[in-house]
């Protein structure tokens, strides 16, 4: 092949040379909006400990999202904040990432209900709508974890998890659209759908009960503190995501499940004794 011919084809000579120069220089205005963008933290706002029903204890937990690199996590475990107020305890003496918020994960006749930011336990048992109320009277943050994952049937009864179509009704400040428990894909598609309707702050949560689990969902919010979660929920400016597991970490949830039923038929038989 001829040079001539050869140049016309790679894109060489000073024509092509001046070119390449011309889209390799970077556009200024670009740049000034790439470094207006804030920074974007994660944030797992849905996990448990050995407190209640996890297996992770949680110094464990804390130490596992600051390798994830984590801004902000928040330790819910059912009806009960210990576990959250030793974790914010440990993470805050050492005063690196993550930020904990101390939450619980409040079993209310409806169905699940979140709260976050809390100074007190709040008493389980309540309506779903009465449990929102006390959470917002101590300051804090109301969301729907799960919303369809056992929802209420009269025609089956057992316990309830999810409050189903009335996250869009109660006055919940966010909705919890991604859940990385497996098996929940469906769950998550239709949470998604009633928070296009419900117009809350969408979040992404583990639910983690293992340490594999921690950061698999999670919520992104501009800035990297608890603060900054609180003002981007407040303003509906989450963003909820997803990672996939990797083969191993599903044995261990299903590990997980076998003895989290073992345990719950035990407790079962010890109350009808």
């Excluded at 101390?102 to 008493?123: A, M, P």
């Excluded at 309540?126 to 943050?141: C, F, K, L």
Aim: contains cysteine; hydrophobic residues 40%.
């Amino acid at each position: 092949m001829k040079a001539g011919r050869a140049s016309s084809l790679t894109g060489s000579g000073p024509a092509a040379a001046a070119d390449a120069q011309t889209q390799a220089e970077p556009d200024p205005a670009q740049q000034t909006e790439e470094a207006a963008q804030p920074e974007r933290g994660h944030a797992d706002l849905h996990m448990h400990t050995s407190f209640s029903d996890g297996w992770p204890g949680p110094v464990q937990v804390v130490r596992q999202a600051r390798q994830l690199g984590l801004a902000v996590i928040a330790v819910t475990d059912h009806d009960t904040i210990e576990g959250a107020l030793w974790a914010a305890a440990y993470a805050g003496s050492s005063g690196l990432a993550p930020e904990v918020i101390v939450g619980e994960e409040i079993s209310t006749r409806q169905g699940h209900v979140v709260g976050l930011f809390l100074e007190k336990r709040i008493r389980p048992g309540q309506s779903a709508a009465a449990t929102i109320a006390a959470i917002h009277r101590q300051g804090g943050i109301a969301f729907a974890p799960h919303p369809f994952w056992r929802t209420k049937n009269p025609s089956r009864p057992r316990r309830v998890h999810g409050v189903g179509w009335q996250a869009a009704e109660l006055d919940f400040d966010a909705i919890e659209v991604e859940n990385s428990t497996p098996g929940f894909y469906l769950f998550n598609q239709l949470a998604q759908r009633l928070n296009e309707d419900a117009g809350r702050a969408a979040l992404g949560n583990s639910d983690a009960h293992i340490l594999d689990a921690i950061g698999r969902s999670y919520t992104s919010f501009p800035g990297c503190t608890a603060l900054d979660l609180r003002l981007a929920v407040e303003g509906r400016l989450t963003q909820a995501h997803r990672r996939r597991y990797p083969a191993m970490a599903l044995v261990r949830y299903a590990a997980w499940g076998i003895e989290h039923r073992r345990l719950r038929r035990l407790a079962s038989a010890r109350r009808s004794a």
